[in-house]
């Protein structure tokens, strides 16, 4: 283990120095697309517009014959791409396959300065950031790269699961992670093949009715990813990093894709993959705190003065604890209303001031949106 003193030095001459803290920009949804497909691909202009981050994948749902066209078709977008202030991310081919390296060198060498997170997937262990960590530190020297990229780890492995709080502090580069569903299910031996989302055998049933014990017996559909879910976010936070759920993989079941989202936004994650572009409005509804409970928070704030002490409120007891989590709701509702003028009104908050496109100040991950100064 490198010495704190040593952790925040760049791993190589020449490289930028590692970020003290995570950048918190409006997270609430990974847009996927494919750079292998022309068609995909003209549509990112348009997308950038309306998705806080924009992810040109590498990997899976590529099949193996339009890798290479993958990766050359992603450093066309993003040379070609006005983003404004959309964050653009690429997810890289596993670390045992024969594309990683080349995913790696070219797009940093291409476009490393307009690059803002490489995606990793199945991650198992710390080994695996240590090893992305160093090859990105030695290209972001070697091709003047200013800004360190950063990287997000997909938990899909139940020896990543094992291993999350380590790799979440394995590098000053780690951004965040996502939970990957699908390939975990497969790594636990889980019966399940849906991509997310609960099962309906999965279920807690009542008690029999003693008096009537051949009655129907009440039952509830329960989470098979809770668990990882919130031991993930727990992860996250105590690092400074942030959480994503993955993919809800029935695009037609838009219910049950919101519902999952919203598990997620109450356990702590601050956006969800999008697979298709419905999807994007579900994220960016759900993952943007309700109107009524930022209104309310702000009136908890502002009853609760310095935030020492108790009060009543419509006859509900608010004291320390409690406008902690409503600094979290305003925080997130004052950051997101930044650059969206509708939200702003609804949250009532002043005219959005500009924000210049590409802009990385923000609130840090590692004291989110607790940290906002009143309503």
Not at 103 to 132: C, Q, T, Y
Not at 223 to 240: I, K, N, S
Request: net charge negative.
């Amino acid at each position: 283990m490198r010495s704190a003193r040593q952790f925040f030095k760049p791993l190589a001459i020449g490289a930028p120095a590692p970020l003290l803290d995570i950048p918190f920009r409006p997270s609430r949804m990974i847009h996927f697309f494919d750079p292998s497909n022309p068609k995909m691909a003209a549509k990112v202009p348009s997308l950038a517009k309306r998705c806080d981050i924009l992810l040109g994948n590498l990997e899976d749902a590529v099949a193996s014959d339009r890798k290479v066209a993958a990766r050359e078709g992603f450093i066309d977008v993003a040379r070609s791409t006005d983003f404004g202030s959309c964050q653009l991310w690429t997810r890289v081919n596993s670390l045992d396959s024969p594309w990683l390296l080349d995913d790696i060198s070219h797009i940093v060498a291409a476009v490393g300065d307009r690059l803002d997170v490489i995606m990793i997937p199945k991650v198992e262990g710390p080994w695996d950031i240590h090893f992305v960590d160093r090859l990105l530190a030695l290209l972001e020297a070697k091709h003047n790269v200013t800004k360190p990229i950063l990287v997000h780890a997909i938990l899909e492995t139940a020896l990543g699961v094992a291993n999350v709080e380590a790799i979440c502090a394995a590098s000053p580069r780690m951004q965040g992670l996502s939970l990957g569903p699908a390939d975990l299910a497969a790594s636990r031996r889980m019966k399940t093949t849906r991509v997310g989302g609960g099962h309906p055998s999965y279920l807690v049933r009542a008690d029999p009715d003693p008096a009537a014990p051949q009655a129907h017996r009440p039952s509830a559909q329960q989470d098979l990813w809770h668990y990882t879910l919130a031991r993930m976010v727990d992860a996250c936070v105590a690092h400074g990093i942030l959480p994503f759920y993955g993919p809800f993989g029935d695009i037609r079941d838009t219910v049950a894709c919101e519902d999952q989202f919203r598990n997620a936004f109450l356990l702590g994650c601050v956006g969800a993959w999008s697979l298709h572009p419905v999807q994007i409005e579900l994220a960016r509804k759900v993952f943007s705190p309700p109107i009524d409970e930022v209104l309310w928070a702000k009136r908890v704030i502002d009853a609760m003065g310095d935030g020492t002490g108790a009060v009543m409120l419509d006859g509900k007891m608010q004291d320390d604890a409690t406008v902690k989590q409503c600094r979290v709701v305003v925080g997130l509702a004052r950051m997101l209303a930044e650059t969206d003028e509708a939200l702003s009104a609804a949250y009532g908050f002043d005219a959005p001031p500009q924000v210049s496109p590409r802009d990385d100040a923000g609130v840090s991950a590692a004291d989110p949106p607790v940290a906002a100064e009143g309503p």
